[in-house]
């Protein structure tokens, strides 16, 4: 049977190397996800170009990486919810709204508490949110464009989480601080 590729710089399509040496600059390593999508220069492209766009969001880069973390624990990705609950705390979100968010418990920020609830239901539904869901969404200060934004951030790590499936990713191992199952601490 084939087996996917696990790139590195020196093995990868041309087209990929330049994605790969960004990848590295902007983690501080060159992740496994990373790697295994420079085999197919689309895939990796169309990653980066996504976040890219993603990131011009009217989110805060915390709020970004939540939002990237609700959708991950949604879809079971054992890789892309260490790396984002690496970036969200990074990125000044506390370690209870991360332990949260990666139990499915409710955030005692109110506006936060929303923020990823209507991520999650938009992602576990494909979309097919109920109006009452979108007034709550609403009442919490967000937008019609808001929810535009977040459903950019869901097709992102939907790729990416299926992806991570496919190939059967393992973390990296300066992600292990932050794998499944273990309790985040500020």
């Not at 790697?35 to 990131?55: K, Q």
């Not at 079971?76 to 506390?94: E, F, I, L, Q, V």
């Amino acid at each position: 049977m084939k087996k996917f590729v696990k790139h590195s710089i020196e093995s990868a399509p041309e087209e990929s190397k330049e994605l790969l040496k960004y990848g590295e600059k902007k983690y501080g390593m060159l992740p496994n996800l990373f790697r295994y999508m420079a085999g197919a220069p689309a895939a990796i492209e169309g990653y980066v170009g996504l976040f890219n766009t993603f990131s011009k969001t009217s989110f805060t880069t915390g709020e970004q990486h939540l939002i990237l973390l609700a959708v991950s624990v949604v879809n079971d990705c054992a890789y892309c919810t260490a790396a984002h609950t690496r970036a969200s705390k990074a990125n000044g979100m506390p370690s209870s709204v991360l332990n949260a968010v990666r139990k499915f418990k409710e955030i005692a920020d109110p506006r936060l508490n929303t923020l990823v609830a209507t991520t999650q239901k938009l992602t576990r539904t494909r979309g097919e949110i109920d109006a009452k869901d979108l007034e709550t969404f609403y009442n919490a200060g967000f937008s019609p464009e808001n929810v535009m934004e977040i459903i950019v951030g869901i097709s992102l790590k939907t790729m990416s989480n299926y992806i991570n499936h496919v190939t059967e990713n393992i973390i990296n191992e300066e992600l292990e601080p932050f794998a499944v199952g273990k309790e985040i601490e500020d």
